[in-house]
């Protein structure tokens, strides 16, 4: 069974602090994205990435793909109240079109 | 990327009763995926549904509990028939991108509490 387990499952930071948000798996993955939820809303997805070793940066937040392809960090520097919400790592189940999502990571920034 | 509307958006309703969940597309896609989602968790696939065939409902999830319908590549509906408080949660339909990595697009879902 593919699982994806995402740590902290809950993260409360002041405004201008740095953050990792970490998705780890026993498996090995073709691909992984992000997604952030915010209430009310469905999840947007950020970023997906491809290559072991793969970093890509979106303005204030760093999506790292680990090199056996099993895991994913992500990093958001100086963060803001804008940042809250509920962030989810996903990935293609093999030899199929769904999706498996991470177990959630709760971020919330305090101004 | 798609854009993605549902209805309602949120509704309370008694034990026992069925409310069905539209989704619509503003663009033809093949895949349509339908979730629940308890508040400030991750989500649970209940179906995947493609035009002209039956759902696909995953492990937990039954036809005759939550029929689906895809009468054509813009739309679907999810029923929640005879609800007990227990299924309250967010219903969440989403359509599968373009791109060769199963990106999905979803829709704001529906907040759905049942007393």
């Known amino acids: 069974t593919q699982l994806l387990e995402q740590s902290p499952q809950f993260l409360s930071i002041q405004e201008g602090e740095n953050l990792t948000v970490y998705c780890n798996s026993s498996s090995v993955f073709s691909s992984l994205q992000w997604y952030r939820q915010e209430p009310g809303e469905g999840p947007v997805l950020l970023v997906t990435v491809v290559t072991g070793g793969e970093v890509k940066k979106l303005k204030r937040l760093t999506f790292q793909f680990g090199d056996a392809r099993k895991d994913s960090s992500l990093h958001i520097t100086a963060a803001q109240p804008g940042d809250t919400g509920l962030y989810l790592c996903?990935?293609?189940?093999?030899?199929?079109?769904?999706?498996?999502f991470g177990t959630g990571t709760r971020l919330q920034v305090f101004p | 990327s798609a854009v993605i509307s549902q209805k309602p958006s949120r509704d309370i309703c008694q034990r026992g009763t069925s409310l069905t969940i539209q989704c619509q597309v503003d663009s033809q896609v093949t895949m349509m995926f339908w979730y629940r989602q308890q508040p400030g968790q991750s989500l649970t696939l209940i179906a995947t549904a493609n035009q002209g065939s039956e759902a696909t409902y995953e492990s937990g999830f039954v036809i005759d509990k939550f029929p689906i319908s895809r009468p054509n590549l813009t739309f679907s509906t999810l029923t929640v028939s005879n609800m007990s408080p227990e299924d309250s949660s967010i219903y969440l339909c989403?359509?599968?991108?373009?791109?060769?990595?199963?990106?999905?697009?979803f829709g704001p879902g529906t907040r759905l509490t049942v007393l």
């Open positions: 989403s359509v599968s991108g373009t791109s060769a990595y199963n990106e999905q697009f």
């Open positions: 996903a990935a293609p189940s093999y030899n199929t079109d769904k999706l498996i």
